[in-house]
């Protein structure tokens, strides 16, 4: 037998596809649901699933294995010890967490798993999820030797060398600026000048991403309690992929300057120079929001150079009525139209787009 998804778009999955949860503070909920898509197997803890998992034999092992995260983080070490097999590591992970935080998501990040969902789960989504990968790991070439496969983005030598001399022409013109910049930074708050962060690029590469500091030292704790303020609303039932704070009250004076005029951004020119990023290109994704964007429809964006600016900031940036799904369909159309002429009309226009319209 098979089945389709919801939709009725015919993901050829069979009703007897095998998955494995592991844990029980969502068990009751996620079960029924999950009985209606696959055959479930369920074990309490880690420990009972780690000694089942090594009994098991190449025709018996799970397609799939759903994992509620641990507290002691037992299940990272199990998901660690299982990626160093050569035939454990195909099987399908997802995570389930009662609740988000950056640590978590890059950890899923660095483990590898194929995805990580965080309270409350939309059980419909989670099975179409399941069915994705599982289709997604067919199609993938099967390794016999430890080495792992990595997805690289290859992008025209024409790019790269306008990306150097723009960039470092820029780079020099503006040293009196960085100077003056850093002075101001220095001299109204405590903490470091530039502000690095994780972020996720082209073929979800992870990269110290770099701006200059416009907010108080170590603010990003401070988070989760302005998320009324996110200036992307999301979905009935979901939670937001991206997160921009209006009227953010963790922003010092000069980085409110700094932010209007985009100026904070510049440190990014020695990402440019690096080659972590393009000039022109989708915005780099901090962890929390990268891991929202790893389905079949949504990943197209991170086939495209990541950049310092892109098409989504010059067409509708501080357009309060912009929605998450305008911007993810924008960075997917740049992902599969861009070109050296595109990136010039960009450019071009993200002078018009530098001061911003709204304090976000």
Known sequence: MQSTDDKGNGIVVNDYTRIIYAGKEFLTQLLPELQRHFKVETHKDIATLGEYISKQTLLSLPDAILIEVDEDGECFRFVEKLKLNTLLREIVIIFLSASASPKLSQIALRLNVGDLYIAPIPVNDLCNRIKFLIRLRAFQPRVSDSAAIRV?????????????CISCFVFLLLIPVFSLIALLIRIE????????????????????????????????????????LNQY???????????????DPRVTKVGAFLRRYSLDELPQLFNVIKGDMSLVGNRPLPLYEAKSLTSDEWALRFLAPAGLTGLWQVSRRGKGEMSERERKKLDNFYARKYSLRLDLAILIATFAAMKQKENV
């Open 189 to 228: 708050s405590k903490g470091p000048i530039i502000y690095r962060s994780k972020r996720v690029g082209a073929g979800y590469k992870i990269f110290d991403f770099f701006k200059f500091r416009s907010m108080r030292h170590e603010s990003s704790n401070d988070l989760a309690n302005l998320s009324a």
């Open 233 to 247: 609303v999301p979905a009935e039932g979901t939670s937001p992929t991206f997160i921009k704070i209006k009227n």
């Open 152 to 164: 690289t983005a290859q992008f025209p030598v024409k790019k790269r060398i306008f990306d150097l």
